[in-house]
C-alpha cells in the first residue's frame, strides 16, 4: 500500500496530466513503462501478501476458541459470521468513504489512509501476539498429502486388508505429543488406504499412517464443493463489473445536489450483506434451531446451498431489470453510448439487494466449510479453499464473458455484449448466468448428497457437545458423521 501510495503521489511516479476539460479518448499522453512496472508491482505486492494472510488470519481467528471449553466452542460457532461482518463492514468503508475522497479530494489522500490504517492493523497485532493462543509448527501440509498420494499410487495393485489392524499406524505415544491427533479410519476413498497397507518399503512415500491417510482424504473429499464454488465466485464478480456498468447509465441522483459515484453502487450489496448476517446470527439460527437441533440452526452445505439458490433468482431478476432498462432505451431512441437512461438506478436495488443476501449465506458457509472440515493441522489450507475459489471465480468470470461476447458477435448480427451497452443485450447474458448458476446447483446437490461430514454437533443436556460417531455415513444435507478424531492430548 505504501508502493502504491507513492505511485499516485510522487511526480515521477504519477503518469503525465492531460490537462483540465480534456476527455480521455483524446488524451495522447501515456505513463511510461517504469511508471507502470511500479503501479503492477504494487498490485502484485498486494495480491502476494492478500495470498498470505487471507487463509492464516481467519484460521488464526477460529483457533483462539477452545473446543473443549463449551463456552467458547458455542462462541466458536458465531465466529465465521461476525468474522464476514467484519470484512464487509471494511468492504463497505472502502466503496463509499474512501471512494468519495478519492474522487473529490485526490488519490494521494484515498491511498494514504487505508496504508495508515493498515500500519496501525499490523501495529496492534504484533503488539497483541504474546496474547494469542498459537498452534505448534508441524509438517507441511502438502508433502504429508503428496505422501499419501504418491503411496497410493505406487502400491496400486495392493490389497486392502479387510483386518484394519493390520494397516499402519503409529503407536499411541505418539499421539499423546501436543499438537498431534489421531483419526480412527473410515470407509471413503477406499483407494488411499493402499498408503498404510504394509507391504514393501517403509519410507514416507511407500508407507503412511492411518491417521495421515485420512487427513489425506479430508481435504480430497472437499475438491468437489470447492469446484461447485467456482460459479459462485463468478457471479460475485458481476458486482463491481456488470452491475456497476448497468448503473452508470442510469439516473444516480439522490435529491436535488448529490450523485452517487459509479465504484460506490456496489455498497448496495454489502449494505444487505451486513444486514443479513446479523439477522440470520441473532434471529434465524436461534429459531430453526429449536427444529433441527443443530447448533448452528442448518448445516454448512445447506446454507450454502440455499446461497445458490438465491444467485439464480438474483440474475433472473438482474435480467428482468435490464429488460426494463433496454425497453426505456427503445422507447426514447436512446441508443448513443453515452445517452443517460431516464430511469432511476433504484429500480436495481432488488439485485443488488438479493446478491447481498445470497453471498452472505454462500461465502460465509464456504470459509465455515472449508474451515470446520480440514482436519488438525490443515486448517489454513482448507480455508485457502475459499480464497481459491474466488480467484478462479474471477478468471472463470473474464473467461466466460468474453466467450459469450465473441460466440455471439460471429453467430448473431450484433452480438450480445458490446463496448455500447444502450446496443447491447446483457439481459441475455444475465439468463444465460442464470441457467448456469442452476445447473451448477444440481451439480452441487449431487456433490453434497454423497458428502459425509468429519464430524457431528449435537445438542446434549442443554449444552452443545461435538461428538463423534465412527462408521457412521448418513447424507450431508442432514448433517452427518463420517470419522472420528481422537485428541489424546487436551492442553
Known sequence: MS????????????????????KLEDCDKRASSFQVGIFY?????????????KPNISTMGADQFDDYEPKERI???????WWMFSIFFGTLFSNTFLVYIQDRVGWTLGYG?????LAISVTVFLFGTKFYRHKLPSESPFSRIAHVLVAAIRKWRVTVPDDLKELHELNLEEYSKPGKYRIDHSSSLRFLDKAAVKSGPTSPWMLCPVTQVEQTKQMVKMVPVLIASFIPSTMLAQ???LFVKQGTTLDRKMGPDFEIPPACLSAFVTIFMLISLV???RYFVPAVRKYTKNPRGITLLQRLGIGLVLHTITMITACLAERRRLSVIQEKLLFGKKDLVPLTIFILLPQFALMGIADSFVETAKIEFFYDQAPEGMKSLGTSYFTTSLGIGSFLSSFILSTVSNFTKKHTPKGWILDNLNTSHFDYYYLFLAVLTFLNFLFFLVVAKYYVYNADLRRSEGEFAMETSPNKSISALDGTVESKTSPLLIS
Open 41 to 53: 508491482c504494487a498490485l502484485y505486492i498486494i495480491a502476494v501478501g492478500t495470498g498470505g494472510t
Open 3 to 22: 508502493l502504491l501510495t507513492l505511485a499516485v503521489s510522487l511526480h515521477a511516479l504519477r503518469p503525465p496530466s492531460c490537462g483540465s476539460g480534456v
Open 75 to 81: 462462541q466458536k460457532l458465531s465466529f465465521f459470521n
Open 239 to 241: 458486482i463491481g463489473t
Open 279 to 281: 439477522l440470520y446470527d
Open 113 to 117: 489512509l487505508p496504508t495508515v490504517g
